[in-house]
């Protein structure tokens, strides 16, 4: 048996970076939890721990990768309530670690799925494997903690165990063959193989349910960080048309004050003209009163209307000063205020105006661009054709059917009457009248009432025996044209 009691043989392990830094028993562990005692090394921050329990040969016969956050005091966060003990005893097949196949509980083999965010996956590369700096560590700081083991701990078999992923190799896979099966040996070497078989089987499993488990994670981180930019440019968005509602508000605020003033200056003016009724009918009853009495009255009634005339004007001119003071002030402070606003807009709309300038400016160069580099890939194409062969031709009467080079392309396109003129050597006038004789054979000459001779003729097939005028006449009108030229001519 152990010198100390049953606790002593759980143990909890505390890793920093990718080694073990620290080693405590669990009941030192549980006055953490409680409250009684703190790790103000670990104040603030989130370890990754494993809890351990030993068998009395001091190896471990159970182990659960679990991660706590500690506060900024050193304890353990009182969110923090993961059932170590129990989640031990339902774990999953393990690897083995000295004293045969262990109860495992990860982040990828979590018996209660809830506490499986909590936990963490074991690192199972050969350079720096979880669970041998485990066995490392117990084998350490066992004797620190006063742990003896109850017996002599099992010779190590032939082979040392390796806790990293088996490399399997074709030789290691069974075949099917027609010959009958033969018996073997079914002592402790068939044992011993199947054990390494299994622990090697649930050594791949668990490797292969800790790299499922990571890359789930970074997907999900991955969605996360996604969804956070996604999140940023709504509320840029947001924050954007909030500063334009505000600014429209601000401009409707100030113009309602601008209405407010103006209604302030109207209301004063209407005081003023009620103050001037008032004095004109204090005029008028004094006017009266002196009318109506004499001497003593009449005196007294004058000086009465003098300080009240003087009072009327103290009282206007104060009125008047305070009211011009203060609607100045307002005024100038509202003037200032309302040109600073339609400075900074006009600034903004300036801005916007020359970004809409040079989008415009880009825009035109693109265009420009876009219309060269069709032009120059029309002209590429137009001179590939012509090296392989390829001619352009085009049939126009008089000049029959022509070939047109590449060169030539674009004068032909401009103005195809005056290219097929050019080959017929006439001119594009003649060419025309003489098109015009050609699809319709007939006379021209006007008989008066807007009305032609329209009698048929024989169709001159040359453009260069074309004569305007004799060409396109009958026999009848030839005459008369060259008797009136005959005529014209002699004067």
Not at 117 to 123: C, E, F, G, I
Not at 171 to 196: C, H, K, M, S, Y
Not at 407 to 413: D, G, I, M, R, W
Not at 433 to 444: D, I
Request: hydrophobic fraction near 40%.
């Amino acid at each position: 048996m152990f010198e100390t009691n049953l606790a002593s043989a759980e143990m909890v392990l505390f890793w920093e970076g990718e080694g073990i830094d620290k080693a405590m028993m669990f009941s030192d562990f549980e006055a953490t939890l409680d409250g009684y005692v703190g790790l103000a090394a670990y104040a603030g921050i989130e370890k990754r721990a494993a809890y351990l329990q030993l068998d009395e040969a001091l190896k471990v016969r159970a182990c659960v990768l679990f991660t706590i956050a500690f506060d900024n005091a050193g304890f353990a966060e009182r969110s923090w309530n993961l059932p170590l003990r129990h989640m031990a005893e339902i774990a999953g097949r393990g690897p083995d670690m000295g004293g045969g196949p262990v109860n495992l509980s990860c982040r990828s083999q979590c018996s209660i799925s809830w506490h499986a965010p909590k936990l963490w996956d074991p690192v199972m590369e050969p350079e720096r494997n979880t669970f041998n700096q485990i066995a490392a560590e117990v084998a350490a700081a066992a004797p620190r903690f006063g742990l003896r083991p109850a017996r002599r701990a099992p010779a190590a078999p032939a082979h040392a165990p390796s806790y990293a992923a088996p490399q399997s190799s074709d030789e290691d896979i069974p075949v099917l063959t027609d010959e009958p099966p033969v018996l073997t040996d079914t002592g402790p070497a068939w044992n011993q193989e199947r054990d390494q078989m299994l622990e090697r089987l649930a050594a791949q499993q668990l490797q292969i349910n800790t790299l499922s488990t990571e890359k789930n994670e970074t997907i999900a981180r991955m969605g996360m960080l996604h969804q956070q930019q996604v999140s940023i440019l709504e509320a840029q968005n947001s924050k954007l048309i909030g500063q334009h509602r505000a600014m429209k508000e601000q401009s409707d605020a100030l113009r309602v004050e601008v209405d407010a003033l103006r209604h302030q200056i109207s209301s004063l003016q209407g005081l003023e003209q009620n103050l001037a009724t008032e004095r004109r009918l204090h005029e008028e009853q004094l006017a009266s009163v002196l009318h109506a009495k004499v001497g003593e009255e009449t005196q007294r009634f004058e000086q009465l209307l003098a300080q009240k005339e003087q009072e009327f004007k103290t009282r206007e001119a104060r009125i008047k000063g305070e009211t011009q003071i203060a609607l100045d002030q307002r005024l100038g402070e509202e003037a200032a205020r309302f040109r600073a606003q339609m400075e900074s807009l006009r600034a903004e709309l300036a801005k916007r105006e020359d970004a809409l300038a040079n989008l415009s400016r880009q825009m035109d160069a693109e265009k420009a661009r876009h219309t060269q580099s069709q032009k120059g890939a029309a002209d590429e194409f137009l001179h590939r054709l012509e090296s392989l062969g390829m001619n352009f031709v085009a049939f126009h009467p008089g000049a029959g059917h022509i070939s047109v080079p590449v060169a030539e392309l674009s004068n032909y396109a401009g103005n195809p009457m005056a290219y097929a003129a050019a080959k017929c050597m006439v001119s594009e006038a003649q060419y025309r009248g003489w098109l015009a004789h050609y699809e319709n054979p007939r006379c021209g000459a006007s008989i008066g009432d807007n009305k032609c001779c329209d009698a048929r003729l024989i169709r001159t097939d040359s453009p260069t025996k074309f004569a305007a005028g004799q060409s396109d006449r009958c026999a009848r009108h030839q005459a008369a044209d060259s008797a009136i030229d005959n005529v014209l001519r002699f004067r």
